[in-house]
């Protein structure tokens, strides 16, 4: 039975309103008990690891709810090992993994190999069934199936469904086994041969762009579907203000919807595409300034509910072409935290509301344990030493693609240890 204390960190837990200086005692996996940092650990007993964590951040471990992991199919791009140590190393215990691989997982075999990838990797992986089979938008998965195999959640991320009949069978479906429907609202008509946001920047740079109705008017639809049929709905990677005022009121109308944005989305602009940089394109584009307040606010007062980093591992040969050829999708999972660290330094989020996002926020929109520090609930914990530097070098990164826009920028903010069940998964001097 593993023993574990973490003394003297600053702890910071907004499911229990918790930010101070205390030592967490694990025993057997799971937090046993939390005290002020002045109690005494010199006497915790044979056996006892004790991890010293004065002047460091103590949260619980992140939760992403949107990754892609790319196995099976992708392996060139990343898999589910390297994909895992990627998100150990960015502080996160958990990872959703999305349904876009090759075969799509539409079925138990796919699902259940996806998991049996996953044993003794150092996060939990939990996979996200496909909506439709083949993601074609004809017709639906067998979502019991999929949920006994142990998918968590529905979605035929990268592909919207279309068909509003076919949506609406989906949510109903899906309800039936306490599974959200997570939608890609992308509008393919309105988006046309668009590759960033419509606006000047766009216009600038000669670029075709995509209006923000794209997102908009499947925003609309599928929460009035929510609404219609009293089921889960979950709006990925949020980008318009449109969006997120239609999230806000569909909420206070009592809809069943929740919500995600990205670190990229919370901190870039489109004029990140200023030089064609393909490590900024990505879907949904990177909208205006005036987009990126909305979001922001929208974390701010509860309409968003997390934080997930869309992480889209791509090779060099899909990245390095020319802007409108090039994959959509950035890297996340190692520089997610340090992203939104930056932020809390410049006032436009706090440390509390970030990592609310990150931990307790997705583990209460798909009902996952953990995301919290309780006793008795799952020691996944991360550990931060806020006041280090780093650079963000290519060849010092788990993901096997390196396509991030932070490149060679330095960040703030690194995951010193991460420990997942009373174990230390990720530990970086």
């Given at each position: ?23 967490i005692y694990v025993m ?133 469904v279309v068909d509003p ?265």
């Amino acid at each position: 039975m593993n023993r574990l204390v973490i003394k003297g960190g600053r702890v910071v837990d907004p499911a229990q309103n918790l930010d101070g200086f205390y030592n967490i005692y694990v025993m057997g996996g799971r937090v046993a008990s939390i005290k002020k940092a002045e109690a005494d650990t010199s006497e915790v007993g044979e056996g006892v690891d004790v991890v010293d964590a004065s002047g460091l951040l103590v949260v619980p471990g992140f939760i992403d709810a949107h990754v892609h992991l790319r196995e099976p199919g992708y392996e060139y791009k990343e898999d589910i090992e390297t994909g895992s140590k990627a998100a150990a190393a960015g502080g996160f215990t958990g990872v959703m993994c999305m349904a876009n691989t090759r075969p799509v997982n539409d079925n138990e075999s796919v699902t259940k190999f996806i998991l049996k990838r996953a044993e003794g990797q150092p996060v939990k992986v939990y996979p996200v069934g496909a909506v439709t089979q083949g993601q074609k938008g004809e017709k639906l998965t067998e979502m019991g199936e999929l949920r006994a195999a142990g998918c968590v959640a529905v979605s035929d991320d990268g592909v919207p469904v279309v068909d509003p009949g076919l949506m609406r069978r989906a949510l109903e479906y899906s309800n039936s086994f306490n599974m959200p429907v997570i939608t890609h609202a992308e509008d393919k008509c309105l988006v046309g041969q668009g590759s960033m946001n419509e606006g000047f920047v766009a216009t600038r740079l000669g670029l075709k762009g995509i209006p923000n109705a794209a997102e908009d008017t499947m925003v609309a639809r599928d929460i009035s579907l929510a609404e219609l049929t009293g089921c889960r709905l979950h709006v990925a990677h949020v980008s318009t203000r449109g969006a997120v005022e239609l999230i806000r009121a569909a909420k206070a109308r009592g809809v069943k919807v929740t919500a995600e944005a990205t670190p990229h989305h919370l901190a870039l602009t489109d004029e990140a595409v200023a030089g064609y940089s393909t490590n900024a394109k990505m879907n949904p584009p990177l909208r205006a300034r005036e987009d990126v307040e909305a979001l922001r606010a929208g974390l701010k007062d509860g309409t968003i509910d997390c934080i997930a980093t869309d992480h889209a591992p791509h090779a060099s040969i899909e990245k390095d072409v020319e802007f409108d050829k090039a994959a959509n999708g950035i890297i996340g999972l190692e520089t997610a935290f340090s992203v939104l660290y930056g932020l809390v330094e410049e006032g436009a989020l706090t440390l509390t509301e970030v990592v609310r996002a990150m931990s307790n926020g997705p583990a209460r929109a798909f009902k996952l344990e953990g995301g919290r520090l309780s006793v008795g609930t799952p020691a996944d914990i991360a550990i931060f030493d806020l006041e280090k530097k780093w650079i963000v070098e290519p060849g010092k990164l788990k993901s096997k693609s390196k396509n991030s826009p932070w490149l060679g920028k330095e960040l703030k903010g690194v995951c010193v240890k991460t420990i997942k069940g009373g174990a230390i998964v990720h530990s970086r001097g």
